[in-house]
């Protein structure tokens, strides 16, 4: 999704509700900062994790739909897509009182079907633009901090602007956030919620 123009970055979260996400949620208080989530529906069973959820609404973030089961959204049938982003976002709004409608496809697979499916259930279809692949244990903190600090040091304000992927379960990657937001506020970019981004 292209922003409504340069210079601004928005943070999103995937793969949740995880058990970091207090701390995260304290940690983006402090900041300042109004991330969006995108959250497995699945991993809404537990009462705490329905808990930590409605404490990320209350506070101001948004949450976005991420399927049931993380499954390949591409290898699967229309009918599986669809129950699979309808369940969750049922189970959402059971919790935060409304609808999500924000979607990002697990893995980021995505193909014309898919996006044809996206469009008819009226979803907005989010991926991302930066990726330290916190997913992959071998990048240690280091690693992702020299990322985003090369990627932000040659990024313009003027002419782009910037997706944050990010996954709440890797505690290290959660407290990155105040050093990876210190580093885009300084290269002149603008941190802002997904709604302000998207205008």
Same mark, same amino acid.
């Given at each position: 999704? +292209?922003? /409504?123009?340069?210079?601004?970055?928005? $943070? =999103? $979260?995937? @793969?949740? !509700? %995880?058990?970091n996400y207090t701390a995260l949620l304290d940690i983006l208080d402090a900041e300042g900062i109004k991330a969006t989530f $995108?959250? *497995?529906?699945?991993?809404?069973a537990s009462h705490n994790n329905q808990l930590m959820l409605a404490d990320a609404y209350k506070r101001g #973030?948004? *949450?976005?739909?991420? =399927?049931?089961?993380?499954?390949?959204?591409t290898k699967v049938s229309k009918e599986t897509f669809q129950d699979e982003l309808t369940t969750t976002n049922? /189970? *959402? /709004?059971s919790i935060t009182g409304e609808d999500t409608y924000y979607f990002r496809p697990p893995y980021g697979e995505i193909n014309d079907a898919v996006k044809q499916h996206i469009i008819d259930m009226e979803y907005k279809l989010i991926l991302w633009n930066v990726d330290a692949q916190d997913w992959n244990l071998k990048r240690s903190s280091e690693d992702m901090l020299a990322y985003y600090t090369d990627l932000f040091s040659?990024? @313009?304000?003027?002419?782009? %602007?910037?997706i944050i992927?990010? #996954?709440? #379960?890797? +505690? @290290? %990657? !959660?407290?990155? !956030?105040?050093?990876?937001?210190s580093i885009v506020k300084s290269n002149g970019f603008t941190i802002v919620s997904m709604d302000e981004y998207l205008g």
């Open positions: 999704m +292209l922003a /409504k123009k340069s210079g601004l970055v928005t $943070f =999103t $979260f995937d @793969d949740g !509700v %995880s058990k $995108f959250v *497995i529906g699945e991993n809404l #973030h948004t *949450i976005g739909n991420h =399927t049931w089961s993380h499954c390949h959204d049922d /189970k *959402i /709004k040659k990024a @313009d304000s003027t002419e782009n %602007s910037y992927l990010q #996954h709440d #379960h890797r +505690l @290290d %990657s !959660v407290n990155l !956030v105040p050093q990876i937001a």
